[in-house]
């Protein structure tokens, strides 16, 4: 269906109002747990966040963030930003990368489509390179799924692999990543017992090498692209098992951040560059921490770093990264089609949108919020403004991020009463939680909490309505736990600190003067997730949310 064909008009409210300023406030990694020690959020001083809790159950509620919730494969996998993002503008839920590639391999599909078929052409003369995040996180990548995508391009005629790796920590245990790669071997060595010359190439930390995400360094970008395309790394270790576990001896190392290294033969040369005539395929499936790769990849004219050599290859990512932009023009598998969002409707509605993060997550609020689309619907109603983030550090260092800046220029804009939705996204608990280092992240808790407070107060003066809430778990919980909750010990009786998300619910509260007398959580959407949001924010702005969205959390009590 073509835009202009869509009924964007949305029915009047039958009992809110129109014409009230909604601050949206999303709080990255922020979930509820049980209170302990290894809760940040629970050992930091959050006065605002603790006084909406009090509004439970009508004003403060839980809803689900993770698995089947947000349209990803099972109830084991953890919430992430790009699902629970999709899912609060979006209004549905939408099977998610990691399903629609788990299908695409089970039924073999992948193996018989364009983007499959357009890479093939090179197996004959060429190798085939697969780049992209090894771990079982689930969030960027899954291994089981490179390991069906190895054995299915062996199958397919592939001669000659290579692998590029990109060590996690941040979605599954720091330290786990030489585990992942004794795994890879071993499945190289079953291609190799096949006869496919199949090996590990090069390698790095995804936070150091290849993963950056918004344009935010890309230095990052360039290291892999080195040790990737020109085979040049200032470590190289004929096995990429020693190089993970030597990398990791230095002081300090972890999965997150090793420095890049390329893998070589005996008489020192690069066992894997890519070369014209070669095959790459990138093999996450979610989006923002591969389009600037795909963009060097890809395009021909590109200027953000020199690629030194630029091979004639056949390129095809897991997903296409971005509709719009049609990035990659090959892939291996289609995206969710998510239309009909949250905020194009609004803006149809006459509601003017401000929308606001710093880099690192100014995609979050923008791009996934909008259904995997760069840019405003129409940039006379909309404005959106990215704070340039740090660079070049670990967000443990300066904890309080740019909350600060982003809750001014929500304020300012509030105040301004140019603007119906203003949208933050507070990045501090996900970011700093993601270091494992637990100070930090109580002090990063407290100043999403110090920016929620300023949030609120602008609220307060123009008479309007906030909704406040999270896009998945991560400061909440900061220690790998056994099945009974305790923290789990390793081998040596220490706690194992847990960089990731979780499987948390997250807090939605809403409130402010501009809410009418008798709104309040409905009782009957006990299992209520992100998805359910954004029919509650169109009914806060005046409107009927369209009849096939989640349904809204609230109702409006007659009294
Ligand atoms: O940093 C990221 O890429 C992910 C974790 O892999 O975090 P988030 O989903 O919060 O962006
Ligand atoms: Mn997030
Ligand atoms: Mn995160």
Same mark, same amino acid.
């Given at each position: 269906?073509?835009?202009?064909?869509?009924?964007?008009?949305? &029915?009047?409210?039958?009992?809110?109002?129109?014409?009230?300023?909604?601050?949206?406030?999303?709080?990255?990694?922020?979930?509820?747990?049980?209170?302990?020690?290894?809760?940040?959020?629970?050992? !930091?001083?959050?006065?605002?966040?603790?006084?909406?809790?009090?509004?439970?159950?009508?004003?403060?509620?839980?809803?689900?963030?993770?698995?089947?919730?947000?349209?990803?494969?099972? @109830?084991?996998?953890?919430?992430?930003?790009?699902?629970?993002?999709?899912?609060?503008?979006?209004?549905?839920?939408?099977?998610?990368? !990691?399903?629609?590639?788990?299908?695409?391999?089970?039924?073999?599909?992948?193996?018989?489509? @364009?983007?499959?078929?357009?890479?093939?052409?090179?197996?004959?003369?060429?190798?085939?390179?697969?780049?992209?995040?090894?771990?079982?996180?689930?969030?960027?990548?899954?291994?089981?799924?490179?390991?069906?995508?190895?054995?299915?391009?062996?199958?397919?005629?592939?001669?000659?692999?290579?692998?590029?790796?990109?060590?996690?920590?941040?979605?599954?245990?720091?330290?786990?990543?030489?585990? +992942?790669?004794?795994?890879?071997?071993?499945?190289?060595?079953?291609?190799?017992?096949?006869?496919?010359?199949?090996?590990?190439? /090069?390698?790095?930390?995804?936070?150091?090498?290849?993963?950056?995400?918004?344009?935010?360094?890309?230095?990052?970008?360039?290291?892999?692209?080195? $040790?990737?395309?020109?085979?040049?790394?200032?470590?190289?270790? *004929?096995?990429?098992?020693?190089?993970?576990?030597?990398?990791?001896?230095?002081?300090? $190392?972890?999965?997150?951040?090793?420095?890049?290294?390329?893998?070589?033969?005996? /008489?020192?040369?690069?066992?894997?560059?890519?070369?014209?005539?070669?095959?790459?395929?990138?093999?996450?499936?979610? $989006?923002?921490?591969?389009?600037?790769?795909?963009?060097?990849?890809?395009? @021909?004219?590109?200027?953000?770093?020199?690629?030194?050599?630029?091979?004639?290859?056949?390129?095809?990512?897991?997903? *296409?990264?971005?509709?719009?932009?049609?990035?990659?023009?090959?892939?291996?598998?289609?995206?969710?089609?998510?239309?009909?969002?949250?905020?194009?409707?609004?803006?149809?509605?006459?509601?003017?949108? +401000?929308?606001?993060?710093?880099?690192?997550?100014?995609?979050?609020?923008?791009?996934?919020? %909008?259904?995997?689309?760069?840019?405003? +619907?129409?940039?006379?109603?909309?404005?959106?403004?990215?704070?340039?983030?740090?660079?070049?550090?670990?967000?443990?260092?300066?904890?309080?991020?740019?909350?600060?800046?982003? $809750?001014?220029?929500?304020?300012?804009?509030?105040?301004?009463?140019? =603007?119906? *939705?203003?949208?933050?996204?507070?990045? %501090?608990?996900?970011?700093?939680?993601?270091?494992?280092?637990?100070? &930090?992240?109580?002090?990063?808790?407290?100043?999403?909490?110090?920016?929620?407070?300023?949030?609120?107060?602008?609220?307060?003066?123009?008479?309007?309505?906030?909704?406040?809430?999270?896009?998945?778990?991560?400061?909440?919980?900061?220690?790998?736990?056994?099945?009974?909750?305790?923290?789990?010990?390793?081998? %040596?009786? %220490?706690?194992?600190?847990?960089?990731?998300?979780?499987?948390?619910?997250?807090?939605?509260?809403?409130?402010?003067?501009?809410?009418?007398?008798?709104?309040? =959580?409905?009782?009957?959407?006990?299992?209520?997730?992100?998805?359910?949001?954004? !029919?509650?924010?169109?009914?806060?702005?005046?409107?009927? !949310?369209?009849?096939?969205? @989640?349904?809204?959390?609230?109702?409006?009590?007659?009294?």
């Amino acid at each position: 269906m073509g835009s202009s064909e869509i009924a964007w008009k949305l &029915a009047d409210h039958p009992k809110l109002p129109k014409g009230k300023t909604v601050a949206v406030v999303v709080l990255d990694g922020w979930g509820e747990a049980n209170p302990d020690k290894y809760n940040c959020i629970h050992v !930091a001083e959050t006065p605002a966040m603790d006084s909406l809790k009090k509004g439970a159950p009508d004003r403060w509620r839980l809803v689900r963030a993770h698995g089947k919730a947000v349209g990803l494969p099972t @109830e084991d996998d953890m919430g992430n930003s790009e699902v629970g993002h999709n899912a609060l503008g979006a209004g549905r839920i939408y099977a998610q990368g !990691a399903k629609l590639v788990d299908l695409a391999l089970a039924s073999g599909k992948i193996f018989e489509g @364009e983007g499959f078929n357009y890479i093939k052409e090179c197996f004959d003369q060429g190798t085939l390179h697969l780049i992209g995040l090894l771990s079982d996180g689930g969030v960027h990548s899954r291994l089981d799924q490179l390991q069906l995508l190895l054995k299915g391009a062996g199958e397919n005629g592939a001669k000659r692999i290579r692998v590029h790796i990109l060590t996690d920590g941040r979605d599954v245990l720091d330290g786990s990543s030489v585990g +992942f790669v004794e795994a890879l071997e071993n499945d190289l060595l079953m291609l190799r017992e096949k006869g496919v010359d199949a090996q590990i190439a /090069s390698g790095g930390g995804r936070m150091y090498v290849t993963m950056d995400r918004y344009e935010n360094d890309w230095g990052v970008v360039k290291r892999g692209w080195d $040790a990737q395309v020109l085979g040049e790394a200032p470590h190289k270790f *004929q096995s990429a098992v020693e190089a993970v576990k030597k990398l990791r001896e230095v002081p300090k $190392a972890n999965d997150q951040y090793l420095p890049p290294f390329v893998i070589v033969d005996k /008489s020192g040369k690069a066992v894997g560059p890519i070369v014209d005539g070669d095959a790459v395929v990138t093999f996450n499936f979610r $989006a923002d921490r591969m389009v600037m790769l795909a963009k060097a990849l890809e395009y @021909e004219d590109f200027d953000k770093f020199d690629r030194v050599r630029v091979p004639k290859i056949r390129y095809a990512g897991m997903l *296409q990264y971005d509709g719009e932009l049609k990035l990659p023009s090959q892939y291996l598998v289609s995206p969710p089609e998510i239309e009909r969002t949250s905020g194009e409707y609004l803006v149809h509605n006459g509601i003017r949108t +401000f929308a606001c993060s710093e880099t690192v997550k100014f995609g979050h609020v923008t791009f996934f919020w %909008n259904g995997n689309r760069s840019g405003c +619907f129409d940039p006379t109603m909309e404005e959106y403004v990215e704070i340039p983030s740090d660079s070049g550090i670990t967000f443990n260092v300066k904890p309080n991020m740019k909350a600060l800046e982003i $809750a001014e220029k929500a304020r300012d804009a509030i105040l301004s009463r140019k =603007f119906d *939705q203003v949208r933050v996204n507070l990045p %501090n608990g996900d970011m700093v939680g993601h270091t494992g280092d637990i100070e &930090a992240t109580i002090v990063a808790c407290k100043a999403a909490d110090d920016a929620v407070k300023m949030i609120l107060d602008a609220i307060e003066q123009v008479g309007g309505i906030y909704v406040v809430t999270a896009d998945h778990g991560n400061a909440e919980d900061m220690v790998k736990r056994n099945k009974s909750g305790q923290p789990q010990l390793d081998k %040596n009786g %220490n706690i194992q600190i847990l960089t990731s998300h979780t499987l948390q619910p997250v807090p939605v509260a809403i409130g402010g003067p501009g809410l009418a007398p008798g709104v309040r =959580f409905r009782k009957d959407v006990p299992s209520g997730g992100l998805a359910n949001i954004a !029919a509650t924010v169109m009914n806060l702005h005046g409107f009927e !949310a369209p009849s096939d969205y @989640e349904p809204t959390l609230v109702e409006v009590a007659d009294n």
